[in-house]
């Protein structure tokens, strides 16, 4: 029995840190290892395009990605892994979709009106950017795609998207239904009230950062007034945020955590805290020690990855050309 088709893209946007690792690249090595799925995951430099960069950064970002997302978890002989712009498939059937897509359509994005409020520019990829994500999925003819609430949307804009191409030229897309994942959302350190982000760097932990430099961070990182641990992230958002941490990390719930540390200062706390990051992250430290010095064997992962997806994209966008009438 041939197993569902899962696609999901990596967005290369600097070194990851703890909060990328707890939400979605957990959650693919998750899908990954259950065996259930035949496994799509590409690491999305199209849509990486869409803020300004320095070449040279571009490229060591998507390296580093690709290393990250390794040491982490994805395993090449579980998953099909692979460089988006590597498989010109993707731009190609992104086009076709343009034609299908109408710009109040795409006006109705919520992540493209958020990201204009923050000031980046306005340029034509980031407002067709749900489209090369709807081309993305479609080309593989995934059966489901893992996402979070705040990509819901993009996900059900793919489906309007099939239904649109099968209901004028043939049933060609199956609809992707979408693998709800509850990503932690994890807040800087120093910043309660704002997610963990490079943007923050003091706040933020990196999956590379040293023992040394996780204890310092989190033994600064901001906590309350109160003199127990608690679990309110209403109105106690700075430890709560720091107990959601511990418990992603550590496998009990926040409330196990709560309890364990029940008449503990935070100090000791933090202490704990770090070493059981610390513990989690040494294997992928060492393992990423090991794939940046192996420039070749990543590539060649990558290069296998690609030429498994690639007839599949091709034969796609052949069907695809054939019933548009342009083969």
Known sequence: MTKPIIVSGLKPSGELHIGNYLGMLKQAINLQNSGKYKCFYFIADYHALTVKYKVKDKKEEIYRMVVD??????????????????????????????????????????????????????????????????????????????????????????????????RRFGKTFPEPKAILTKFPRVMSLDNPYKKMSKTLPQGCLYLADSPETIRGKVKTAVTDSHREIGYDPKNRPAISNLVLIYSEFSGLSPMEVVKKFKGVGYAEFKKDLAKVIIKTLKPIQEKRKKLMKNPKLVMKILAEGAKKAQPIAQTTIQEVKKEIGLI
């Open 69 to 166: 997302a390794l040491a982490a978890g994805l395993d090449p002989k579980k998953s099909v892994i692979f460089i988006q712009s590597h498989i010109s498939e993707h731009a190609n059937l992104t086009w076709i979709f343009n034609t299908l897509t109408s710009v109040s359509a795409l006006e109705r994005m919520v992540e493209y009106k958020e990201k204009i409020g923050e000031g980046q520019m306005p340029n034509v990829g980031l407002f067709g950017y749900p489209v090369l994500m709807a081309a993305d999925i479609l080309l593989y003819k995934a059966k489901f795609v893992p996402v979070g609430e705040d990509q819901r949307q993009h996900l059900e804009l793919t489906s309007d998207i099939a239904r649109t191409f099968n």
